[in-house]
């Protein structure tokens, strides 16, 4: 039995959401490697996944996974947002 279009888009979102987590993940772990680069693509395209579906809270953790990496931050674009439009403090 199929659910309503809402529910099936909530859970479409919900996948999508957690994919942009596990290329963060990911991206921590390439950075371990020492795999920058390949570590800086997956951060922006979490990031871009996060700008996509408006989640303040993932934009938050993309921000703070490159906090330290400062190239890493300037290759995704990631930055602490006030909010999921993209203005910054």
Do not use: F, K, N, W
Request: glycine share 4%.
């Amino acid at each position: 039995m199929r659910g309503t279009p809402a529910a099936t888009e909530r859970d479409t979102e919900r996948v999508v959401r957690a994919a942009a987590h596990g290329l963060l993940d990911y991206a921590q772990q390439l950075t371990r490697l020492d795999e920058m680069e390949a570590a800086a693509a997956a951060a922006d395209e979490a990031t871009a996944i996060a700008v996509q579906l408006r989640c303040q809270p993932l934009l938050d953790r993309a921000a703070d996974a490159t906090q330290s990496e400062a190239h890493i931050t300037a290759a995704a674009g990631a930055r602490r947002r006030t909010r999921a439009t993209g203005t910054r403090p």
